[in-house]
């Protein structure tokens, strides 16, 4: 398999910018029914096109089961990356944590642990998002808080490692040193 004219494997990380596919959900049920513009998705776009991605998205859903669905549809269209923004706190409407989870074959623990990390050391209350990231099929799938702030914070985590994740997923090695 080529990529770039070169032989794709060990050097997958060098793949062409093009070479990566993202989509962007917003759960928010009040941006959804108009109450209020989509914010964070926009900035995840940005972000993701920024490190490489050809981005699809934001797709604006309720929280609950139509995050569910629009997750499983871009697993089944096999974007490269899912990241999603909302639904990842602790008010009774929460529910993109439950719902990702049901989709998710593998949790990468380190992820949102990373940034709940790196969001609290300005807002304190960033160690309440339930925010989860994991594998599902071919694809990695990241929740971002529903804050501006907290959708930047997660962009800074997910910058050096997202690109090296996908590598990863798609049976890529490690780096070696020359």
């Known amino acids: 398999m080529t990529r770039g004219g070169r032989v794709a494997g060990v050097h997958d990380h060098e793949a062409p910018l093009s070479a990566y596919r993202a989509l962007v959900v917003t759960a928010s049920n009040r941006a959804s029914a108009g109450v209020y513009e989509d914010k964070g998705g926009p900035l995840i776009a940005e972000g993701l096109t920024r490190m490489g991605f050809d981005v699809d998205g934001p797709q604006v859903v309720p929280d609950g089961a139509p995050v569910e669905a629009a997750l499983r549809a871009g697993v089944e269209a096999g974007y490269d990356a899912i990241v999603t923004t909302g ?14 989870r049901r989709v998710l074959e593998r949790e990468i623990p380190g992820i949102p642990e990373a940034i709940r ?33 907290g959708v930047r914070d997660g962009l800074a985590v997910l910058e050096p490692i997202i690109r090296h994740a996908v590598d990863q997923i798609r049976g890529g090695d490690h780096p070696r040193p020359s």
């Open 117 to 149: 990390a790196y969001g609290r050391e300005k807002v304190p209350t960033a160690a309440l998002s339930r925010g989860l990231a994991g594998v599902a099929g071919g694809t990695l799938i990241v929740n971002l808080p529903g804050s501006t702030g």
């Open 87 to 100: 639904g990842t706190g602790i008010s009774p409407t929460d529910e993109t944590p439950e719902v990702t």
